[in-house]
């Protein structure tokens, strides 16, 4: 069993992937990302799974792979928006002593970044406010797991990895 360097968690376009992918080069370790390996075990996009077999049948999914990731995986884990919605997954943040990123966006930086497409299916029907009403939902649980939070809006991606790297004091 092997405890992931560090979990990062925020809403679509806080820059989960691309912060990841800098901050796991910067300290040799590999990056995990549940949402690319619940479509990999799957064969098929998020957005297939979603309109194919519904929410539940991918929140299922993805309960599995973080809660496998959060035991097995060494390096930084990125973990899909809504991953820490689900009980189980909030209670291995908390109770597994994981140092938690909440990488921090506004719905104007998110949307220049990822844009709100059919590739986010919660988003697609009036994507703004869907994005909100997620955000506003989330918010407080993004808050209550996070050891961190770094505001990733107007910055670089090596910035954001600056300040992550930073707050948790990693050498990087």
């Given at each position: 069993?092997?405890?992931?360097?560090?979990?990062?968690?925020?809403?679509?376009?806080?820059?989960?992937?691309?912060?990841?992918?800098?901050?796991a080069g910067r300290l040799d370790v590999p990056l995990h990302d549940t949402d690319a390996a619940v479509e990999a075990a799957a064969g098929r996009t998020i957005s297939d799974i979603f309109v194919q077999d519904g929410?539940?049948?991918?929140?299922?999914?993805?309960?599995?792979?973080?809660?496998?990731?959060?035991?097995?995986?060494?390096?930084?884990?990125?973990?899909?928006?809504?991953?820490?919605?689900?009980?189980?997954?909030?209670?291995?943040?908390?109770?597994?002593?994981?140092?938690?990123?909440?990488?921090?966006?506004?719905?104007?930086?998110?949307?220049?970044?990822?844009?709100?497409?059919?590739?986010?299916?919660?988003?697609?029907?009036?994507?703004?406010?869907?994005?909100?009403?997620?955000?506003?939902?989330?918010?407080?649980?993004?808050?209550?797991?996070?050891?961190?939070?770094?505001?990733?809006?107007?910055?670089?991606?090596?910035?954001?990895?600056?300040?992550?790297?930073?707050?948790?004091?990693?050498?990087?």
């Amino acid at each position: 069993m092997t405890a992931p360097v560090m979990v990062l968690v925020g809403p679509p376009g806080a820059g989960k992937s691309s912060v990841g992918a800098v901050l796991a080069g910067r300290l040799d370790v590999p990056l995990h990302d549940t949402d690319a390996a619940v479509e990999a075990a799957a064969g098929r996009t998020i957005s297939d799974i979603f309109v194919q077999d519904g929410e539940a049948a991918f929140r299922a999914l993805e309960r599995a792979e973080v809660l496998r990731a959060l035991a097995d995986e060494p390096g930084v884990v990125s973990l899909g928006g809504g991953a820490v919605m689900q009980d189980e997954v909030a209670a291995a943040l908390r109770e597994g002593g994981h140092r938690v990123v909440f990488l921090d966006v506004s719905i104007a930086d998110a949307a220049s970044r990822v844009g709100f497409d059919a590739s986010r299916p919660l988003l697609v029907v009036n994507p703004r406010a869907a994005w909100t009403r997620l955000m506003d939902a989330r918010r407080p649980t993004y808050e209550a797991l996070a050891t961190v939070r770094v505001h990733t809006g107007g910055k670089s991606v090596e910035q954001v990895a600056d300040e992550v790297l930073a707050a948790l004091e990693v050498a990087g």
